[in-house]
């Protein structure tokens, strides 16, 4: 980022990447709750992260935080990507898409709003626009796709992964200015596995069915094209 606040080729460049694997995250996630748990699928997204996360570090030889900020950065990847995934999971079992993507994208003005506040940055009327615009982007996309947006109580649990995004993505700022970006996503993503360990217990044997139904399933592929549906982890309002 250039100095002046201005994002610059690289910087941009970041955020597409971001933007586009963070906004395909949303039908996966509803699509994979089909076969596991929202603590499994929790679990094993994060460990996932973390086990490829590692090799990258030791490609890059990059050092890791003392580890006197070992403590809080681990608590930071409890509360930003652990309970985050855990609530996201949680509600698309339930809530429809369009109700999803609606609260999803105040983490953008939520993030404002938390920076503003603990690191008194005050986004600019450009940035406040831009974000507003996006939001009613969101609303209308949805409305003119006729989607139900009826609220339902885990919706609520949307809420609570945006304001656990927000508070990762503004806490995060100052840690990163001292020990590197790499390094402070590798300890909070440590973080996040251990966190959402507890509500993973299962996933090797969720793994193992898996296994066994994808290689049944490639059987009859042949003559239809069969969603895959475990009874274990089938509810209302997933769409398998």
Avoid at 87 to 112: F, K, M, Y
Avoid at 125 to 136: D, E, H, N, Q, S
Avoid at 149 to 169: E, G, I
Avoid at 170 to 178: A, G, I, L, M, N
Wanted: hydrophobic share 55%; glycine share 8%; with cysteine.
């Amino acid at each position: 980022m250039h100095p002046s606040g201005h994002l610059d080729a690289r910087a941009l460049s970041y955020v597409a990447v971001a933007v586009l694997s963070w906004s395909s995250a949303y039908a996966l996630i509803a699509y994979a709750l089909c076969a596991f748990t929202p603590g499994e699928l929790a679990f094993g997204r994060l460990r996932l992260a973390r086990s490829l996360f590692l090799v990258y570090l030791r490609v890059r030889r990059i050092a890791l935080p003392p580890r006197v900020a070992w403590p809080p950065l681990l608590a930071l990847g409890v509360v930003g990507l652990a309970v985050y995934h855990r609530c996201l999971n949680l509600a698309e079992t339930r809530i429809a898409s369009g109700t999803a993507a609606i609260l999803i994208a105040l983490i953008t003005g939520a993030t404002a709003a938390a920076s503003a506040l603990w690191l008194r940055e005050r986004p600019p009327a450009r940035t406040l626009g831009g974000l507003a615009l996006a939001l009613a982007g969101v609303v209308l996309v949805v409305w003119t796709s006729g989607r139900s947006m009826h609220f339902q109580p885990r919706a609520l649990l949307v809420l609570v992964s945006v304001l656990a995004a927000a508070v990762y993505f503004t806490v995060q700022k100052s840690w990163t200015q001292r020990h590197g970006a790499e390094a402070v996503t590798a300890v909070t993503i440590l973080g996040g596995a251990l966190g959402a360990a507890p509500f993973g217990l299962d996933l090797p044997h969720a793994l193992e069915l898996l296994g066994g139904a994808v290689v049944i399933s490639g059987v009859i592929l042949a003559n239809s094209r069969p969603r895959l549906r475990l009874e274990r982890t089938s509810q209302p309002g997933l769409d398998c």
